[in-house]
């Protein structure tokens, strides 16, 4: 049997709530599109505006997720404090709207970023403990 760590966990989150944020994105755009047609150029400014801030939130996520796989593989801490900030950006846009796509989306990237923080809080509660 496959065992997970918290780094292809984390991993797996990240891409997923990325992915998840970038089509919530997409969904506020056709939203905008839904708007522009019934005439309300208001709300269709403001669903683009949200569309545009989610595709990059979601971006940036999917970015940090692969830097944290890769390249920036001995810095956990700095990868999971990256996600968290982005999920955080994620929910700030969303306010806790209807979007619920990126709002799962950004838990997920919360949850990546958690994932990652716990392999250097583990590594230091070590060292504590045989000090």
Do not use: K
Not at 42 to 52: F, H, Y
Not at 66 to 91: C, F, K, M, N
């Amino acid at each position: 049997m496959t065992s997970f760590t918290e780094r292809s966990i984390g991993y797996l989150f990240g891409l997923l709530g990325g992915a998840l944020l970038a089509v919530g994105g997409i969904v506020s755009f056709l939203y905008g599109a839904i708007d522009i047609a019934f005439g309300r150029s208001g709300a269709a400014l403001g669903a683009g505006a949200e569309g545009l801030v989610l595709l990059v939130v979601g971006g940036l996520a999917l970015f940090f997720a692969y830097l944290a796989r890769g390249p920036w593989r001995d810095q956990p801490l700095a990868s999971g404090i990256l996600l968290v900030v982005t999920a955080a950006i994620g929910w700030g846009v969303l306010a806790l709207g209807g979007n619920v796509l990126a709002l799962i989306g950004a838990l997920l990237v919360f949850l990546a970023g958690v994932l990652y923080l716990l392999v250097p809080l583990r590594t230091e509660i070590q060292a504590a403990a045989t000090a």
